[in-house]
């Protein structure tokens, strides 16, 4: 069981997450980018993978060879605080710069400040509680297909031949992030209330994010 939790953790980790998003906005309705497919979008996707999985990468490997963290695991709350600035810089930098470019749809400009407002509240709660990331990152990848159900999509999307209900979307996402927080939980990286904040948290910033901008 905790290798296939070890499993899930890895594929839903929370650097993951605007890449996932990335890629539902432009299967769910490419043409917010203007484009037909995603295909059309595989430079933008790129661009997002290598921003926000890669260069925080860097950053956090960085200080595990200089020895600022232990482990990459970062199992301390102490160890989260330099990883976690480093993300919510490139993040906030991202967001500033899709705010001010007219060739990224509101949409997932939105979903971007959103994700980094979550990770600002997570920097802070981490002071006082270990709020759960993979969490955070979940109810945000939640939040991002509901704001999509409901104002920047059709009832359906196209995925290859295969024509995939938004209802079938939204439990789909909901088994994922309780599937991951069932894996956080095996693993005994967190405790319940961890993962509610941070469910909660990330949700509900996608929500905040959506009313500031729209």
Not at 24 to 35: A, V
Request: one cysteine or more.
């Amino acid at each position: 069981m905790k290798t296939i939790a070890y499993a899930i953790s890895f594929l839903f980790h929370p650097l993951f997450v605007v890449t996932y998003m990335a890629i539902l906005i432009s299967l769910i309705n490419p043409y917010l980018f203007g484009k037909n497919d995603i295909q059309d979008n595989a430079i933008f996707i790129l661009q997002i993978f290598f921003s926000t999985l890669f260069l925080p990468l860097i950053g956090v490997l960085m200080m595990k060879l200089l020895g600022f963290i232990n482990t990459l695991e970062m199992e301390d709350r102490k160890e989260r605080i330099g990883p976690l600035m480093v993300c919510i810089s490139l993040y906030s930098w991202m967001s500033y710069n899709f705010y001010n470019d007219s060739s990224i749809p509101n949409g997932f400009t939105i979903f971007m400040v959103g994700s980094t407002m979550a990770l600002c509240l997570a920097f802070f709660i981490n002071v006082f509680s270990k709020i759960s990331l993979h969490a955070l990152g979940m109810g945000g990848l939640l939040g991002m297909v509901v704001i999509t159900m409901m104002f920047f999509s059709y009832g359906s999307f196209q995925f290859g031949i295969a024509t995939i209900n938004m209802n079938f979307l939204l439990m789909v996402m909901i088994l994922l992030s309780g599937l991951v927080g069932t894996a956080r939980l095996i693993l005994e990286a967190h405790q319940p209330m961890d993962l509610y904040g941070g469910y909660f948290i990330g949700f509900g910033t996608q929500f905040l994010a959506f009313s500031i901008l729209t």
